[in-house]
């Protein structure tokens, strides 16, 4: 490695909040970690709106830029509604991803352009960083175990001519051992649509072999066992836990600013641990039936509550879910008015904040990756109820495996006209909210050390110092 060489590394996210932001924190992280590192985040525009313009105005740091592509018109009108549209959307971007790579490269001032940093869906741009002779890395934004899973399943699918995949559909009662977990994991809790061909999932996965390096936003001592069993796996690239990275996140408007303010000071007059906050992510919401039987579960527990409340998108719109002129139009009549002392019903929510307020004691959770680290950081157990993605395996992870969370459905998928009871619900809530319980006792013990892991000398401080390292080797 060349002393005082410098070095330049592109960034390729998909452009969603919830990637684009763990994209940018890493690329935060590197930045601050090494003063010869520069590093170009290319934003791609997508065919509709996603809410990140505001996000991604200012480079989060001095050695930071972003570089945003113009939008592929000729591709957007076919894009929509297709199938293995992500596929077909990274396609019609390489033309664009190439230009600005080329033209980075003639304003050699940064340095050796040594490596790509690819979001897990933007693996088709190792064609791009393999002609410019460039190292790519793959980031991924959900967890080591389901990255595990992934790898496994992919390779009983390609390489095993004795596993029939037919078999094992999300009604099948079906398991299968996997490296990653210590339970053997069921189909029901496999990612959706993961060997539909039309999704083109494994033509992802198949490429992250080929990298250099994979980069995960979790950190060791959660993970511990599928990090272990990832990185005794010669066919698999070292694995680099570096989180847990965790934004407040979110479009700080005046608007949310006011919300926030609102929030904090009803959380501010209700106990310690008494609040359970219900919170479905970016893309979660449910059909009127469904609300009504929350809200009885709700109501029946007693248990004082901060439910966000989202309106479902029009069916087939890939738009994400919206807020309500008024949530009665929903909710059961009457409910706002019997549970005005109880709890309180929003919508939009500042998740890290509220997870962090002493008096909320629990969280109902889609389980996303994201929300999972928040719940982890700030030592809140969680009820699961995942919807979609890989998130019925997170609330896998956490319920069995990890013996960390309380169940209410984890193999419950959205749009597939499944319905959970109040009375399920309600069980659950009360389990969760149980002072004395053994989860919560997990949960307190990782987030210590949750807090650890990044602090100098910590797991994931150290592994950030390793890929550097693995980084800058590549200059000469
Ligand atoms: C736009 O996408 C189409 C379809 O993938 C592709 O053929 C074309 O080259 C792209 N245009 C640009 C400017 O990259
Ligand atoms: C998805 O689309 C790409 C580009 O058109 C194609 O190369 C790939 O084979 C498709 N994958 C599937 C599973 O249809
Ligand atoms: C993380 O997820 C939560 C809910 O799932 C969402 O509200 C928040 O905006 C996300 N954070 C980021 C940084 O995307
Ligand atoms: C949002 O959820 C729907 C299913 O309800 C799914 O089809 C869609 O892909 C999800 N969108 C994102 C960006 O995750």
Redesign the pocket.
């Known amino acids: 490695m060349s002393g005082d060489a410098k070095a330049s590394l592109v960034f390729v996210p998909f452009p969603v909040?919830?990637h684009?932001?763990?994209a940018v924190?890493l690329a935060k992280l590197l930045a601050s970690r090494e003063d010869r590192l520069s590093i170009t985040v290319l934003i791609m525009k997508l065919p509709m709106d996603t809410k990140i313009s505001a996000y991604t105005k200012t480079p989060p740091h001095p050695r930071i830029n972003f570089i945003h592509l113009q939008e592929n018109k000729s591709s957007s009108s076919e894009l929509s509604g297709s199938k293995n549209r992500t596929f077909r959307f990274l396609e019609s971007q390489t033309g664009l991803v190439r230009d600005a790579v080329a033209e980075m490269m003639e304003n050699r001032a940064s340095g050796k352009l040594v490596a790509f940093v690819l979001d897990m869906f933007c693996t088709p741009m190792i064609d791009v960083a393999n002609e410019v002779g460039a190292q790519s890395y793959v980031f991924i934004t959900c967890g080591s175990s389901a990255l595990g899973l992934m790898l496994h399943l992919q390779s009983l699918h390609d390489d095993d001519n004795d596993w029939d995949m037919e078999e094992y559909t999300e009604d099948s009662d079906l398991a299968v051992p996997v490296p990653a977990y210590v339970n053997p994991v069921p189909a029901k809790v496999w990612p959706a649509n993961m060997f539909d061909d039309e999704k083109g999932l494994l033509e992802f996965i198949r490429r992250y072999r080929e990298c250099k390096g994979i980069v995960v936003n979790t950190f060791l001592e959660l993970e511990s066992h599928a990090i272990t069993s990832l990185s005794s796996d010669q066919r698999i690239p070292p694995v680099y836990p570096v989180g847990a990275m965790?934004?407040?996140?979110?479009e700080e408007t005046e608007e949310n600013r006011r919300k926030r303010e609102e929030i904090i000071q009803w959380l501010d007059k209700q106990p310690d641990l008494s609040v359970v906050f219900l919170?479905?992510?970016?893309?979660?919401s449910f059909e009127g039936d469904q609300v009504k039987e929350i809200a009885a579960a709700l109501e029946k527990s007693g248990v004082q509550f901060l439910w966000?409340l989202r309106k479902p998108p029009p069916k087939e719109s890939m738009e994400f879910p919206g807020e309500y002129e008024s949530p009665e139009q929903v909710l059961p009549e009457g409910f706002l008015q019997r549970t005005a002392g109880v709890g309180k019903v929003i919508g939009?929510?500042?998740?890290?904040a509220v997870l962090s307020h002493p008096s909320v004691g629990g969280f109902v959770?889609?389980c996303?990756w994201?929300?999972t680290l928040?719940s982890v950081w700030c030592g809140v157990p969680i009820a699961a109820w995942p919807l979609d993605a890989e998130q019925q395996v997170n609330a896998f992870l956490l319920v069995k495996d990890f013996e960390m969370a309380v169940e209410i459905k984890m193999d419950y998928r959205k749009n597939s006209g499944m319905m959970v009871a109040a009375e399920t619900i309600e069980k659950a809530i009360r389990q969760l909210m149980e002072p004395e319980n053994k989860i919560r006792a997990k949960v307190e013990e990782v987030h210590e050390k949750s807090r650890t892991a990044l602090q100098e000398g910590g797991s994931s401080y150290n592994f950030v110092g390793r890929l550097i390292q693995d980084i800058m080797d590549n200059i000469s």
């Open positions: 909040m919830s684009l932001v763990s924190a965790i934004q407040g996140g979110g919170c479905f992510g970016t893309n979660g966000s939009w929510a500042p998740q890290v959770s889609h996303g994201n929300s928040e």
